[in-house]
């Protein structure tokens, strides 16, 4: 355990400014405004699956329009021109209905609660073990908004992706995007993640589990399952508890990025060589044992 925790520790304390750039929490840390920070934070998560070229891209597309202030933009947002701005917006199963859906949620959830943080607020427990019932809560309440504005009905059309943009954990989903705009949010100010949010406890953060992750994890035996679901995540999530139980999640991003920016993809035995986890990774074990044989 001492040394998979110093391991661990040392490989959070060398992330860089090299990884942040490639990452979608980037593009909260253009904003020095807490408040456009949240927003931008909502949004950025939302849409970070698929290759992460086209997420930045994806992402590039939407925040030339927002202008200095996201948050100004979707407390002003009119359903009705945002579906004429963005009426060819793609990435991959989103639209731009489900964009424009998106700000209109955000433009509600601040209305109603004068934050995304006090809206979630309405959704939490203090004493639950971890964010399991406040992201169902969360998540019913977002999809329980009026979209008329947007759709023309009240109801979200069947064949809209908004909902894949606000998974449940009742339903079995990691929740990624949502976890990790949680862990950006909640976590203290590193540098990287940025503790805007002081009514969740950083303990009750669960891992947003993507294929880095869950892959691994794996090797560190985090996790013995192969489907990247919401049992994963707080397997993972109890096993970093044991290494830091304040703080869990704070080895996410630099474990993420030994595969998003440093190539790890359990494949190239050469890459492992120079891994910074190595010492401690079964997997490269494994690749000398078939090579020796």
Known sequence: ????????????????????????????????????????????????????????RTLESIFSELGESPRRYVENFDPQQGLRTFS??????????????????????????GSVETFFLNSYDKNDEDLTAALNGFTSSVLAIDYAP?????????DSYFPFLFPAPAAGSACKRLCMFLRWMVRPDDGIDLGLWRGVSPAQLVIPVDT?????????????????????AREITTALRQLDPADPVKYDFSIAHLGISEGCDGKDSMHCQSCQIAGICPQLRADRGKTKV
């Open 88 to 113: 060819s917006f793609k990435h991959r199963f989103n639209d731009g209905r489900d964009l424009s859906a998106l700000f209109w949620s955000l433009r509600c959830m601040i209305k109603q609660a």
């Open 1 to 56: 355990m001492s040394e998979l925790k110093q391991t661990l520790d040392a490989l959070y304390a060398a992330r860089s400014p090299q990884h942040l750039s490639n990452d979608p929490l980037s593009f909260c840390h253009r904003f020095a405004d807490p408040l456009d920070q949240e927003v931008a934070g909502v949004i950025a998560a939302a849409f970070a699956y698929g290759n992460v070229a086209i997420i930045l």
């Open 150 to 158: 947007v759709f023309g009905s009240e109801e979200i059309p069947a």
């Open 212 to 232: 880095h992750i869950s892959r691994i994890c794996r090797y560190l035996g985090f996790t013995s399952r192969k489907s990247a679901d919401w049992r994963m």
